[in-house]
């Protein structure tokens, strides 16, 4: 880790996220494209999650499964942009345990809704109210998202080094 | 406008008000503010940005006013964003209007407003009698696409709003 993370800094890809004077192709832009697929990632999860806690019923979850493609795209933009931002600052993120906490979260809620999508989207099935079990995973999936976002946002408020070797940020 | 150096008579009167105060009142206000900012903004793409889609042409299996039924969640999510934003406006008041970025976000914003105002009094009862399956007409589709681009422009501005700061601090 300690030749890992200067070596990273020093690559020209880690020098373009971080010194690039476009906004458009340089870190805001990455920003803009992580935060666009936050919005339809978190969003596309509460509609299907506020689905099985009873609202907008008259939506199939066979039908809102149909914007599961719209989610694969999202979580593709943000992972390639996520491992962007890392790249450019990769002390700032690793050393911070905020960003482990908000990778875990990342996969909790991933992992609820392919559990969502095993026991719920199964064609036909059209059981309401929703068993107990799958509203209690919709509520975690809820607050999995809730947390992610959270999280994400205060790595720019909880971190310790910005890049290695650099002093501490308090 | 005030670009110069000098404290307009609004910005004082801004910093006089408790809610400034009550910002800077402690560090942790901002970035759970913020959080709330970003959830919100997932509120509303998980539904307004959804139903635009839908009207749009994907997911047609979806009944146009089910899916119509989360708009209330989106709406939550404007107000807690509503809510939030005055206070980061509140908190630095010439970050924000003399921001290019900001004034592009409001424009937008004020043209959703009346584009969604637009949609409701003269789209809406040729669209919520779509069944499943069913293609909108061109006119909801032409509403629909602005109202998706403007929420996607304000999403875009107010992610750019710290790259457009202006360079003086009152």
């Known amino acids: ?170 | 406008m005030g670009d110069s150096g000098i404290i307009q008579p609004w910005e004082a009167w801004v910093r006089s008000t408790w809610l400034h105060q009550w910002v800077h009142s402690d560090l942790w206000i901002w970035p759970i503010c913020e959080s709330l900012h970003f959830i919100g903004l997932s509120f509303l793409f998980g539904s307004v940005a959804l139903f635009d889609l839908r009207v749009l042409g994907v997911a047609k299996a979806i009944p146009v006013m089910a899916l119509h039924r989360l708009i209330p969640f989106g709406i939550a999510g404007f107000v807690v964003n509503l809510l939030t934003g005055i206070v980061f406006f509140s908190g630095y008041p010439e970050q924000y209007a003399y921001n290019a970025a900001f004034r592009v976000k409001l424009v937008l914003l004020v043209l959703a407003g009346l584009n969604a105002a637009l949609f409701y009094t003269a789209i809406f009862r040729d669209v919520r009698t779509l069944p499943a399956g069913a293609d909108a007409p061109f006119k909801a589709k032409l509403i629909t696409g602005i109202s998706l681009g403007a929420w996607i422009g304000v999403l875009i501005c107010g992610r750019l709003l710290t790259f457009f700061r202006p360079p003086f601090f009152h």
């Not at chain 1, 942009?81 to 905020?98: C, D, E, F, Q, R």
């Not at chain 1, 908000?102 to 099935?125: D, M």
């Not at chain 1, 209690?136 to 994400?152: D, E, K, L, P």
Request: glycine letters at 8%; hydrophobic letters at 55%.
């Open chain 1, 1 to 170: 880790m300690d030749s890992f993370l200067p070596w990273l800094e020093g690559t020209a890809l880690s020098l373009y996220v971080r010194e690039s004077e476009s906004i458009a192709f340089g870190f805001p832009g990455i920003l803009v494209l992580h935060t666009l697929g936050m919005g339809f990632l978190a969003g596309i999860s509460f509609a299907i999650d506020l689905r099985i806690l009873g609202f907008a019923r008259g939506v199939s979850l066979s039908a809102l499964q149909k914007f599961l493609p719209l989610f694969a795209v999202a979580l593709v933009v943000n992972v390639v942009s996520g491992i962007l931002l890392l790249i450019g600052y990769p002390t700032k993120a690793l050393t911070n345990p905020v960003f482990y906490v908000k990778l875990t979260l990342i996969a909790c809620g991933l992992f609820l809704l392919q559990r969502i999508r095993r026991e719920a989207f199964a064609p036909g099935l059209t059981f309401e109210p929703f068993p107990k079990n799958l509203r209690r995973i919709a509520i975690a999936s809820i607050i999995c998202w809730m947390g992610a976002i959270t999280a994400g946002r205060f790595l720019a408020y909880t971190y310790i080094f910005l890049l290695y070797g650099h002093a501490t940020r308090f």
